[in-house]
């Protein structure tokens, strides 16, 4: 079967004359997986990219020429994203059977907890694999061993995303009763509780680096030290919206009136508010660096429909560049050193860093969805539709 597999694997490098381009833009390969007619999306490392299929199979294709290295069965199809150190192993994948696969880097079984999570979200940071379970009646975090599978901890919590996992803590908002919640800080090497807030109502938007944590609820926005949980600040903020990230500043979006949104920056160390910037209306994405801050948004087509739009602003609020896009909506961004990928579930365009300006877009024709990570030189994707993966060239 792998021969079988390896073989299609360099027909569909040789072909890459047949698959859609844009503006001369092509792969450099397309994988194609027989048999596994639904991919699921995917994780990238130094030497691997890895995506589970619809086949039941995780696999792991050569960044350089899209051919395989492993392939590891499952006993259902893959939706979830894996998860990976940069090099070396061990993977971890959660698949549609429910339960969770810890592969090393031959492709053999190290571990498996056996569960009953259909739908589930992964995180690694150091030797701790977590596992949001949120299709169960309770959203679950379950720690475990990324090379024993040895379970460290399992924790309900109020949150369908994990932003504040670290080298050191995972900070998580946990109910606390009704409507009420509590930010609390968990030791990854066993889940006990490093510190915790007072209850308040509402859930928290989350954010966290190993130098400070934030969160905003009920019109505040809070920091607090990562270490002990005292507070550093506190400054009112109003209608949030559902974003909160931390960069060179703290960034938060709120809400407009009209149904529009804007991007606030404050100072992590004192709190002031140093600056905020009108967008389009539902800010889907965040992305900042040492020396800017990149907002996705969408925003109307005078057309008709919506369209895709990236604003950039400097660490004092300028705006440097903005860009209404070719895209019928946005869902993500990645930078690089040279260019800003703006990426739906259809299709991606490529923006120069310093100017906005299109440099070049793709859409498939088959219309599949899609599902991509951004790397410095490379645009990873899978087509979920199709069971088949590309790497694109940025430059």
Not at 305 to 330: K, Q
């Amino acid at each position: 079967m792998l021969g079988g597999l390896a073989a299609v694997g360099s027909l569909a490098v040789a072909g890459c004359s047949s698959i859609p381009g844009l503006n001369g833009r092509r792969p450099v390969w397309r994988r194609d997986i027989d048999g596994a007619y639904m991919a699921g999306p995917l994780a990238v490392t130094d030497d691997l990219v890895l995506a589970g299929m619809q086949d039941k199979a995780l696999y792991g294709l050569r960044r350089e020429d899209g051919s395989t290295a492993l392939r590891f069965e499952t006993g259902g199809p893959i939706e979830a994203r894996p998860v990976a150190p940069p090099s070396g192993g061990p993977y971890h994948v959660h698949s549609t059977d429910g339960d969770l696969y810890a592969v090393d880097s031959s492709g053999e079984e190290l571990w498996r907890d056996e569960g009953t999570a259909r739908r589930a979200r992964l995180v690694r940071t150091g030797s701790l694999v977590a596992e949001l379970d949120f299709a169960g009646s309770e959203d679950t975090l379950t720690g475990y061993d990324s090379q024993t599978g040895d379970r460290r901890f399992d924790r309900a919590v109020s949150s369908y995303f994990l932003n504040g996992v670290t080298d050191d803590s995972l900070v998580v908002p946990v109910p606390a009763g009704g409507s009420e919640s509590r930010v609390v800080s968990l030791s990854p090497a066993d889940g006990s509780v490093r510190w915790r807030t007072e209850p308040r109502r509402w859930y928290p938007n989350v954010a966290a680096d190993s130098r400070l944590a934030v969160a905003a609820r009920d019109g505040t926005l809070v920091a607090y030290e990562p270490s002990d949980g005292s507070v550093r600040w506190r400054v009112p903020v109003g209608d949030v919206g559902r974003t909160t990230v931390l960069g060179s500043q703290a960034y938060l979006t709120r809400d407009r009136d009209g149904g529009r949104q804007e991007l606030l920056a404050f100072d992590r160390e004192t709190g002031e508010r140093l600056w905020a910037n009108p967008t389009g209306y539902q800010i889907r994405a965040v992305e900042p660096t040492d020396d800017a801050v990149f907002v996705g948004s969408r925003v109307d087509d005078p057309d008709g429909g919506i369209l895709g739009r990236v604003d950039c602003f400097g660490l004092d609020g300028t705006r440097r560049w903005r860009t209404v896009t070719g895209l019928p909506s946005l869902d993500s961004l990645g930078v690089t050193d040279s260019r800003v990928v703006a990426v739906w579930d259809r299709g991606f365009e490529v923006l120069a860093r310093e100017t906005g300006a299109s440099r070049w877009s793709y859409e498939p024709d088959s219309y599949s969805r899609l599902s991509s990570r951004v790397e410095s030189a490379s645009v990873f994707v899978s087509y979920v539709d199709d069971g088949a993966v590309a790497r694109f060239p940025l430059d």
